[in-house]
């Protein structure tokens, strides 16, 4: 269990993240997890997956696209009559490896689709790290597009965001969080990733939902770049997403004594502000995205 144990750890503490390499990273740890252990029955392996499943699974609880994964790296290998264990090690291992070239693939058409919607000279506005968002910037360095985005406070995630796109060549300016609302007015777009698609909006960083609200009152476009595998099946089934409150410390190590400190990881963006949730199958608005997940994905709701 060391490396599901130390995989967990690193997601915990940040040191993977956003939701994309979270999901990487865990599946990655499960596999090689499986690989060495030695169960003597299909029940008894299955087992074993479930325990490192949930330790996984509890490292941050605003990520369902690693749930998914997960979910569905199991469910595939467990839905036959196989019952040798060496048979069905192999077929997870498969299934593993599909699902991270299927991340890969569908990071790229979500890339193609969201390029399109990005004007010539465009003024873009993002918000933390997420490497979907990217993705999508760097396809439009042709394009002539100017990005701002924010140092995304306590963490600094950001500045992930600053490095790819300098490094990409696209004209970046870095504003701190709380200047946004200026800087939104004067953008063309908001382009945003997302941790959590639920039925009526999507969970991101802490402080999307401000830029959410700023972008609906200036009248600037809001798109959500974000796959399929980042819906929350657990909404459909009545609970409400859970927003991971992480450690004060990241916010004031020495605080006074007394003092209280609220460090919520991320925020949710209504429905109604989201002009188009860029996914792999298209651009859809909220109110058909579940439709669309279920036929496309009908495993997630089993
Ligand atoms: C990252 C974040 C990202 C989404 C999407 O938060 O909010 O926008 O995870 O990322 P944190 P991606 O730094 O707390 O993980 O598009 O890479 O999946």
Redesign the pocket.
């Known amino acids: 269990m060391k490396q599901i144990i130390e995989t967990a750890e690193k997601i915990k503490k940040?040191k993977i993240?956003?939701?994309?390499?979270?999901a990487y990273s865990a599946l990655d740890a499960f596999g090689k997890y499986a690989k060495t252990i030695n169960p003597k029955s299909k029940k008894e392996f299955f087992e074993e997956l479930k325990k490192a499943k949930k330790i996984l699974f509890e490292s941050?609880p605003t990520e369902p696209?690693m749930r998914n994964t997960l979910r569905y790296a199991m469910y595939m290998s467990n839905v036959n009559e196989i019952e040798n264990v060496g048979d069905i090690k192999k077929m997870l291992l498969i299934y593993i490896s599909d699902i991270k070239k299927e991340l890969e693939e569908s990071k790229e058409k979500v890339a193609e689709i969201g390029e399109k919607r990005i004007p010539k000279n465009a003024t873009i506005f993002t918000?933390?790290?997420?490497?979907?968002?990217t993705a999508i910037l760097k396809k439009c360095k042709s394009k002539n597009i100017k990005v701002f985005c924010t140092e995304t406070r306590p963490?600094y995630?950001g500045r992930t965001t600053a490095k790819e796109l300098v490094k990409a060549g696209i004209e970046t300016t870095m504003i701190v969080d709380s200047s946004s609302k200026d800087i939104i007015k004067k953008c063309d777009m908001v382009l945003?990733?997302?941790?959590a698609i639920g039925l009526d909006g999507v969970y991101?960083?802490i402080g999307?939902g401000v830029i959410s609200h700023f972008a609906e009152i200036y009248d600037v476009p809001l798109y959500v770049?974000?796959e399929s595998w980042?819906f929350d099946p657990e909404t459909v089934k009545g609970k409400m997403t859970v927003v991971e409150q992480r450690d004060p410390k990241e916010v004031w190590d020495n605080a006074p004594k007394n003092l209280k400190i609220l460090n919520p990881?991320?925020e949710f963006v209504e429905k109604d502000e989201i002009n188009g949730i860029i996914t792999e199958d298209g651009i859809f608005t909220t109110d058909v995205i579940h439709d669309m997940f279920r036929k496309n994905h009908p495993w997630m709701f089993e």
């Open positions: 940040l993240q956003g939701a994309r390499n979270v941050r696209m918000h933390c790290h997420s490497s979907t968002v963490l995630q945003i990733g997302a941790d991101n960083k999307s770049a974000a980042k990881a991320f």
